[in-house]
């Protein structure tokens, strides 16, 4: 595609929104664009830088054979209480109930998760090691 097509609206001035300086920079170059805090939209630039370091990522964790998972960036509240970090990690997460009024949390990180995935299935020290790794989409509402 010729560079006159390509949609990569680069900004000429530093938006006012943006206090570190890599954010800056992906505003500028036409990359991300913010929709509130912690969520943003990738441009096709942007996309295409994320891709390609995915694909680095990936092939790195297939060279020491780890195993790609996808866990849920909806997460139930009672894995954070069981954790002890519901209460303590602040204002920065994002809560709500569904229509059962269970609490539900849109997940900062997935410790939590993961942890409770292995719990539930490995039964033995023969099932270890396992490598898993994960790469996904999380929502922070934090500078």
Do not use: C
Not at 8 to 21: D, F, G, R
Not at 133 to 139: G, N
Request: glycine letters at 4%; a positive charge.
């Amino acid at each position: 595609m010729r560079l006159t097509r390509y949609f990569m609206p680069t900004l000429k001035q530093n938006p006012s929104e943006s206090v570190i300086a890599s954010h800056r920079y992906m505003l500028r170059a036409g990359m991300i664009r913010q929709a509130s805090a912690g969520i943003y939209s990738w441009l096709p630039l942007g996309l295409k830088v994320l891709d390609k370091i995915s694909a680095v990522v990936r092939e790195e964790q297939a060279r020491i054979e780890s195993q790609q998972i996808l866990m849920p960036t909806i997460q139930t509240a009672d894995l954070w209480k069981k954790s002890g970090r519901y209460d303590g990690y602040g204002p920065e997460m994002l809560r709500f109930k569904d229509r059962h009024n269970r609490e539900l949390l849109y997940g900062p990180t997935n410790e939590e998760q993961i942890t409770d995935i292995i719990a539930n299935s490995i039964k033995s020290y023969r099932d270890l090691p396992k490598i898993l790794y994960h790469i996904q989409w999380k929502f922070r509402d934090e500078v």
